[in-house]
């Protein structure tokens, strides 16, 4: 951790509360997220995990606190891989860069380097429906990539997919956060995924989401999902996570 | 820090010989990666020879066909009615084929799709402009946006008596009714295409910082492109429908058209030509018909809404 505490903070949250009516979704959340950093987002439904990445995206307004981003570009991936079916899966990775005004020939070929990151050079020509589920989120992922944002934002992207290819898509992910050196905020459900990726899982609280913990993740890297290690501290998770859930059930 | 996963390699490290190189991890990822996206791609299903592909859809057709002409037949042999009213398959068939080698039979014909295809793109123009206000101005939409499906259910029919009066017996006359039949179907096509874009394509167009134009552009429009295609087809039917109603009402003269030339037919009690008529303006709209499903489903398959 010492090392990146000293990198530069990038996401910046004080005491932001953000409700829907009567609903208060969010509760005085306090969060900073620094360069390079892979925070996960851990919580049980209701716990506004979503709401939180959608306010750092600026998809939604803050009811109070301050949010800073510093001006910083911000991606954000869903559950859907959500690619638009008239276009190629190389369309679809150059239209953040067709949009961003990028020549014709510069899109095409920064689409292909894309394409080769999430290792999908072959698939270019292809339509989004010829492709499987995790193939459409590395695709989905590419398209991030190419708006070429600071801040990567993902709301469990991979809750749809079968365990082995999630496994794999794990390893993928991580391979692609070192290299190209992003900072990434992960929201999940999986006690062991967050485990898995995260430098930090951030623990929050249901009705109203809080941060209840902050857990600093520092087995080695590359790590496995079955490893002991993530094994034992996704327990220890677990435990806090399931308790907070008992809280809801009188 | 060679090795990928620690744990799993310890065992058999102990074990194999020293010349037993461990894979690079970078490419036992491209390995496992690329073999998962094998595994779950679906192998291409042949779906046999064109040949019995066209005669698996053909030979119900034919035989439908095949079953109304058998009915027609019974009903003339059983003299139903006089033979000179309702005559047999074979005068009609041998009329409708001198009749189409006429050079008059197909000014007729072209005359009677200039107005179809001029009165069915203004219809679109005309369609396109409406949906496209309505679904954007929620007040316009509440104005009008249940008049454009009031209109769509009216029969074309009543209008004429006043496009007449409008617009005496001229082209203008059809051409009024025409549009006034197809353009609702347009501008509604239009309006539940960009009404029901998907959610998560609307998030990713807000994600990827669409605005304005470029959200029109690069999102509303080509989303919405199946629903239009859906009205300009419905467009079609109703303009076509209208159009003949119109043809024989409104005789403007010097235009021989198909339905000037049925109506000539019925004067002269010439029951072989009308039939041979009828089967002229439904086998256009069957054409047409398949020129729009064509489409249609070519879009389909391109976005994977079929079953390929």
């Known amino acids: 951790m010492s090392l990146l505490q000293q990198t530069e903070a990038v996401v910046r949250l004080e005491s932001i509360s953000k409700s829907y009516g009567d609903l208060l979704a969010l509760d005085r959340v306090s969060l900073t997220v620094r360069q390079g950093e892979f925070v996960c987002l851990l919580g049980a439904s209701g716990c506004g995990k979503s709401t939180l990445l959608s306010l750092v995206a600026g998809l939604d307004g803050i009811s109070g606190g301050s949010l800073d981003i510093g001006g910083r570009r911000v991606s954000l991936m869903f559950q859907e891989a959500a690619l ?40 270019g020509d292809k339509r989004p429906h010829e492709l499987s589920g995790g193939m459409r989120q590395r695709v989905a992922l590419a398209r991030a990539l190419a708006q070429n944002a600071d801040i990567l934002l993902m709301d ?9 290819t999630r496994d794999i898509l794990h390893d993928e992910l991580e391979r692609i956060w070192r290299e190209q050196q992003l900072t990434v905020m992960f929201v999940t459900h999986n006690v062991r995924e967050a485990v898995r990726l995260g430098d930090r899982v951030i623990l929050l609280s249901s009705r109203p989401g809080r941060v209840i913990e902050d857990y600093a993740i520092t087995h080695e890297r590359p790590r496995r999902i079955d490893s ?23 | 820090m060679a090795i990928k996963y620690p744990s799993a390699r310890a065992g058999l490290e102990g074990t194999t010989a020293q010349a037993d190189v461990p894979e690079a991890p970078e490419k036992v990822a491209a390995a ?29 057709k034919v035989l439908a066909i095949g079953i109304v002409l058998l009915i027609w037949q019974i009903a003339v042999w059983s003299e139903w009615k006089p033979i000179y009213v309702l005559p047999s398959p074979a005068t009609v068939f041998t009329d409708l084929g001198t009749v189409i080698t006429t050079g008059d039979f197909w000014d007729g014909v072209r005359v009677t799709m ?12 005309i369609g396109t402009i409406i949906g496209a206000l309505v679904s954007q101005f929620a007040p316009l939409r509440a104005a009008i946006g249940s008049l454009i499906t009031g209109l769509q259910t009216m029969p074309s029919i009543m209008w004429f008596p006043l496009a007449i009066l409008l617009f005496q017996l001229s082209e203008s006359a059809i051409l009024f009714v025409v549009v006034l039949g197809a353009a609702p179907s347009v501008a509604n096509g239009l309006i ?42 419905q467009g079609w039917a109703f303009s076509w429908r209208s159009l003949m109603a119109g043809e024989l009402l409104v ?42 499903n064509t489409a249609d489903n070519a879009l389909r398959k391109r976005w994977g809404l079929v079953g390929s």
């Open chain 2, 114 to 125: 200039t107005r179809a295809f001029t009165g069915f793109l203004l219809a679109v123009a």
């Open chain 2, 251 to 292: 005789i403007v003269p010097g235009a021989l058209s198909i339905g000037v030339r049925m109506q000539q037919a019925r004067d002269l009690s010439d029951s072989s030509l009308v039939i041979s008529y009828i089967i002229v303006v439904l086998v256009i709209g069957i054409l047409i018909d398949v020129l729009f």
């Open chain 1, 228 to 250: 002991p290690e993530v094994s034992g501290q996704a327990a220890e998770i677990t435990d806090r996570l399931r308790a907070e859930v008992a809280r809801h059930g009188h």
């Open chain 2, 32 to 60: 496992e990666v690329s073999g998962l996206d094998a595994l779950e791609l679906q192998p291409h299903r042949d779906r046999g020879r064109l040949s019995r592909r066209i005669w698996r859809s053909t030979w119900p």
């Open chain 1, 156 to 164: 469990e992207p991979f809750g749809a997919l079968d365990a082995m």
């Open chain 1, 84 to 123: 638009f079916p008239w276009l190629s899966v190389r369309g679809n990775v150059e239209l953040p860069l067709r949009l961003a005004g990028v020549s014709r020939t510069e899109r095409r070929k920064r689409a292909d380097e894309l394409l080769d990151i999430v290792r999908l050079r072959d698939f």
């Open chain 2, 192 to 233: 539940s295409g960009i009404d029901y874009v998907p959610r998560t394509w609307l998030r990713v167009g807000q994600v990827l910082g669409m605005r304005g134009f470029a959200k029109y552009r690069h999102l509303i429009l080509p989303a919405s492109l199946p629903s239009f295609i859906s009205g300009l087809k």
